[in-house]
């Protein structure tokens, strides 16, 4: 039993905050929101540089072979940067599905996957809106119980505005005459395994988020004075951001653990991605709350930056299942028949 | 990263199912089940008995040295063994204190004399320990014990005066570890010395104090020119703080399985109740069973992270900072749950006079986790101030 990461996946986490808190800016998320995508190829092809656009894509077809333990770090940090790329949807959700899909669809655009130079994105049934639709080089889309590849241009997209600026969210019809690529009992398996890794990106984002509230607040009201001292100083201040240091560190280890699950457990990950999710998008949703009060008027304000990483909170506790849905999976497990509670499966 | 037990483990828990099974029986098993939290009071000498069955078999004190009469068993046995304990309806350990705490403080802290003399008495579920830390003026504020300890020239003894609150199952524990003042000049966590003291001696006064479940599990125990050796202090005078101190970082460490495993019985429980009375069609009481459900998951993926390391990124020790107001916030909110899903009859007694069912006790009992141990309010101090570095609020 061991939840530690490697030293070098922790390097790894390392350069890659690096690289993003220099790059990803508040004031290049703001300056993204007017520009007609949303989002720059040139950093796209930066990421790839780095290795994320490939991390996940086995080595056969180009990439560096790893799993859901490997990016999950890499997640919560473009979290912390409110990251517009869809690379947590390409690494984490829809290059696993697309080496699950295999044959030729997989030889052809893994390998480009890999280099980046496809932008490859997955949606489920629960999405009702696609996030990035309009930059996938490949949509992997699940409706009705069916799954297709549909490339730019054989699909139309509908804009729909999302409350985060940063979103970029399509209405998307399949076309009359789109190849099903799988269906029947494996498209249920890839649905639910797809909904897992999507709900896992969210809850993993939302932890960077949440970290990156508590740092803005933890700055702000030590630079605030009121009553001649720093505001951070008194009790009624400090305890709302201990509430949210408590929600956050709590809710990592779920996270490491659904991680976990969905790389080399399968049968568990349904249960464990519940829960991080729900933990996560809670601790990210507290921060938000505690935030914009500690921060007191200015926290209501378009200047302040604490609304990009709300607003991106607010949007990922909502999608992939939302809280409820979360809920009602942990549920049915606690209250099927012959459920297995209790002391010998306390670790489920 | 590697989250399941290996083949050697498996091993490890069909030892110990087998071992509960044959003798967690007969005399034994009307203690099953019983003990925990809130009912501590419980089949107090069965419950002495069982730690001495236990040790001949040697399971307690699993986690300590082998030289020091342990099993030296990894963090996975120790978190099996506590599981399959739970699970088989071990009762609440009267031995916690000394093996949790005292044991090991004195394993890192005491001298040769010190383990000689105290850990087989704790390893054989013989002696039994309780905490005399917390006084009437000395509360949030630890440091500002007034119990003082002065070494009597005549007879080369400390001499311990002084008064000592809220000390859980004292009635019941042969020994007492104290931190007293050493140096009468000083003040707050400076000069303070952490003394080993015997419970029966004319000098020491247990008075039971009556808790709101109408039962006695602490006391307040007075010091009146109570003796101590003069090698019964660990450490130096003056070193006491950094003892005790020690001492609750143990308290957050391998104990908190053992815990959890006690939740995790009535949170069982509550689930039974829940699907006897209806109350599981509740779909607003199905949410919190969940919630509560996910809550105990998360104490327990977080103590496993926290024991095997994974918080070399600095987290360590924030992770043992919030464990308290976490599960305290969590235990007290389960007690709320336990009664909801009872609905109208929680209020009824079983037994009269005031003999309250297990879910009552337990109920009122959760209204104390978020003040003992250090309160709800001052782990969040500590919390802002010393994890997230936020400045610190003047103390007068």
């Known amino acids: 039993m061991d939840f530690t990461f490697s030293e070098d996946q922790l390097l790894f986490q390392d350069s890659v905050r690096g690289f993003l808190v220099n790059e990803i800016t508040p004031e290049r998320l703001r300056a993204g929101w007017d520009t007609e995508t949303g989002r720059d190829p040139a950093l796209w092809q930066q990421l790839a540089e780095l290795g994320l656009t490939g991390l996940t894509v086995p080595e056969e077809h180009g990439g560096l072979g790893m799993n859901a333990v490997d990016f999950v770090l890499l997640a919560q940090e473009c979290g912390y940067v409110a990251l517009p790329e869809p690379l947590v ?38 999405n009702l809106v696609v996030e990035d639709a309009h930059v996938a080089d490949l949509l992997l889309l699940e409706r009705d119980g069916q ?43 890839l649905r639910s395994a797809t909904l897992n890794r999507g709900a896992l990106g969210c809850a993993a984002q939302a932890l960077g988020l949440a970290q990156r509230m508590i740092d ?16 951070g100083s008194f009790q009624a201040v400090k305890h709302h951001m201990a509430n949210v240091a408590v929600r956050l560190e709590y809710a990592k280890a779920p996270v490491h653990r659904a991680a976990y699950a969905a790389a080399e457990d399968a049968a568990a990950a ?32 378009w200047e302040v930056d604490l609304h990009i990483f709300m607003k991106k909170a607010w949007a990922l506790a909502n999608t992939w299942g939302d809280a409820g849905w979360h809920k009602q999976q942990v549920a049915e497990v606690i209250f099927a028949d012959g459920a297995a509670l209790g002391a010998g499966a306390t670790f489920q | 990263m590697k989250l399941s037990f290996s083949p050697e483990d498996e ?66 046995q120790q978190v099996i063994f506590n599981e399959e304990y739970a699970r088989a309806g071990g009762p609440g350990r009267m031995g916690h204190i000394g093996e949790t705490l005292m ?54 003894e400390w001499r311990i005066n002084g008064q000592k609150v809220w000390t859980s199952l004292a009635h019941e524990s042969q020994y007492v570890f104290v931190i007293a003042r050493t140096d009468p000049e000083s003040v707050a966590h400076k000069g303070l010395g952490f003394f080993l003291v015997a419970m029966d001696q004319p000098g020491v006064t247990v008075r039971p104090i009556e ?107 924030k992770e ?77």
């Open chain 1, 89 to 126: 949807n390409h690494a984490l959700v829809a290059v696993p599905l697309l080496e699950d899909l295999g044959g030729e669809l997989a030889a052809r655009w893994l390998p480009l996957a890999a280099t980046g130079e496809a932008r490859v994105v997955a949606a489920v049934e629960q």
């Open chain 2, 103 to 156: 044991g090991p403080t004195l394993i890192a802290f005491g001298s040769d004399a010190q383990r000689e003399r105290y850990l087989p008495g704790i390893r054989a579920g013989r002696e039994f320990w309780c905490q005399g830390y917390s006084e009437p003026s000395a509360g949030s504020d630890l440091a500002n014990v007034k119990t003082r300890a002065r070494l009597d020239e005549n007879t080369g």
């Open chain 2, 320 to 396: 043992a900072m919030i464990y308290k107001l976490y599960w305290s916030s969590w235990h007290r909110n389960l007690g709320k749950l336990a009664m909801d899903v009872l609905g109208a009859e929680s209020e009824i007694v079983p037994e009269a006079p005031y003999g309250l069912s297990r879910l009552q006790s337990m109920y009122l009992f959760t209204r104390a986790d978020t003040i003992y141990g250090g309160t709800n309010q001052i782990q969040r101090n500590i919390i802002a101030e010393r994890a997230l570095g936020m400045p610190r609020e003047p103390r007068g």
């Open chain 1, 270 to 301: 349904g249960l464990a991605v519940a829960q991080a999710k729900l933990m996560a998008c809670e601790a990210a949703n507290l921060a938000a709350k505690n935030s914009i009060q500690v921060h007191g008027a200015m926290g209501y304000t």
């Open chain 2, 211 to 317: 808790q709101l479940t109408g039962t006695s599990e602490f006391n307040e125990v007075f010091f009146d020119d109570a003796v101590c050796a003069a090698d019964d202090i660990v450490g130096a005078p003056g070193e006491g703080w950094k003892v005790a101190m020690g001492l609750l970082g143990f308290e957050r460490g391998v104990s908190t399985l053992g815990q959890q495993m006690l939740f995790q019985n009535e949170l069982d429980e509550i689930v039974r109740v829940a699907r006897a009375n209806g109350a599981a069609r509740d779909p607003a009481l199905r949410q919190r069973i969940a919630e509560a459900h996910i809550g105990l998951r998360i104490m327990r993926f977080n103590s496993m992270r926290m024991l095997s390391g994974g918080g070399d990124d600095g987290s360590l020790q």
């Open chain 2, 11 to 76: 091993l490890f828990r069909e030892e110990v199912v087998s071992w509960l099974a044959d003798n967690l029986c007969g005399e034994f098993e009307p203690i099953r089940f019983r003990g925990g939290p809130g009912d501590e009071h419980s089949f107090v000498e069965e419950r002495k008995a069982w730690e001495q069955k236990l040790a001949e078999g040697g399971w307690t004190c699993i986690g300590w040295p082998k030289q020091h009469g342990g099993r030296a068993a990894t963090v996975e």
């Open chain 1, 216 to 231: 803005l607040s933890v700055q702000y009201t030590a630079d605030r004075k009121q009553f001649g001292k720093p505001i």
């Open chain 1, 147 to 189: 799954w297709y590849a549909l490339e730019q241009g054989q699909f139309s997209c509908e804009r729909n505005e999302s409350v985060d600026p940063g979103r970029r969210l399509f209405s998307v019809a399949v076309p009359a005459g789109a190849t099903v690529v799988a269906g029947g009992a494996q498209a249920r398996i």
